[in-house]
């Protein structure tokens, strides 16, 4: 019963953090030197261009009352109009959000491909050079910054063996898959370095805990014991470092779409802070705080499902 509680009244419990976000992302948006209408018309535009651009896009109003149409905007499903694009920011933002949803689960999927195998051997040789290996190149990937690593994944793999694209995304799905292959291993490499250091700990855990100790007293070959008790057991907490680590990984996608010049929602918040085109930035920003809660609240929900002794 306490689950179901948990699990129906989650929701509402994240409302005031959706509400945080919004007005700090509203302050730091509007704290962005620079004016947008002036942007626009010019250094050479007149007093009355400028008023009329302001009035046309809500900007000579006070900010609580700016905020409040934002408020009143997200609440009908809009988020105004791009000063820069002149369109609706909710189409412009669905435009861009497939490169980023690919890059996002690409490199998830690559950096679970890449962290399972290390700390899986690692746990099972504790100890020995593979362990020692595998900790010494999770803990190199963790100060590895994404920009200086796209740099050199590009000029390796790119430029001297001209096996992959410099950048883009390509229009055919094979020819956005081969685009996509750099930037996933970029964020890959940094990411499965964290889940695996993580995932090692927890496996050698698993492999002394009594569940483990009760099997082998039963005689069932350590194999086994791995697959059906150690490794499932240790899943989950890597999970929820994941879910976490969320927005350390949208960040990564910012940098890795610039890199890459990949057309996605990142690259589109960057040129959005630029121009101080502050309706995109806004919209931009609340996807991705929605997005980041609503892992965080699956990440929650498969915890408790899945492990009836978590304390709620």
């Known amino acids: 019963m306490h689950r179901y509680r948990f699990v129906l009244t989650r929701p509402f419990q994240l409302i005031p953090v959706l509400l945080g976000i919004s007005i700090v992302t509203f302050v730091l948006v509007r704290s962005i030197p620079g004016d947008p209408a002036r942007l626009i018309l010019g250094t050479r535009a007149t007093p009355e261009a400028l008023a009329r651009v302001r009035a046309q896009f809500g900007l000579d109003a006070p900010l ?11 609440g009908a499903g809009e988020m105004g109009r791009s000063i820069l694009y002149k369109v609706d920011v909710l189409g412009l933002i ?16 690559l950096s679970l491909l890449i962290c399972v195998p290390m700390a899986t051997f690692a746990a099972r040789h504790r100890g020995g050079p593979v362990d020692q290996g595998v900790r010494f190149v999770s803990t190199m990937g963790l100060g590895l910054p994404n920009f200086w690593l796209a740099i050199m994944l590009i000029i390796l793999f790119s430029v001297t063996l001209d096996w992959f694209p410099v950048s883009g995304y390509g229009q055919t799905l094979p020819d956005k898959l081969h685009h996509m292959v750099l930037p996933w291993a970029t964020i890959a490499l940094s990411l499965s370095a964290v889940l695996t250091r993580s995932l090692r700990a927890t496996l050698v855990a698993e492999m002394q805990s009594d569940v483990a100790l009760a099997a082998r007293a039963r005689g069932l070959p350590e194999g086994v014991i791995f697959r059906r008790h150690v490794l499932p057991n240790s899943i989950l907490p890597t999970l929820n470092l994941l879910a976490v680590n969320i927005g350390w990984l949208i960040g990564g996608t910012v940098v890795v779409e610039q890199v890459f010049a ?22 931009v ?28």
Do not use: C, H
Request: glycine content about 6%.
């Open 64 to 74: 609580w009352t700016q905020y409040l149409y934002f408020l009143k905007n997200l």
């Open 94 to 109: 669905a435009s861009r959000i497939e490169p980023t949803l690919v890059l996002v689960a690409g490199a998830v999927a």
């Open 262 to 283: 990949i057309p996605g929602m990142g690259q589109l918040l960057v040129r959005a802070i630029f121009s101080r085109d502050y309706m995109v930035v806004q919209g």
């Open 285 to 312: 920003a609340m996807v991705f705080a929605v997005a980041t809660v609503l892992v965080n609240f699956l990440a929650d929900i498969l915890t408790v499902t899945a492990d009836p002794r978590v304390k709620l």
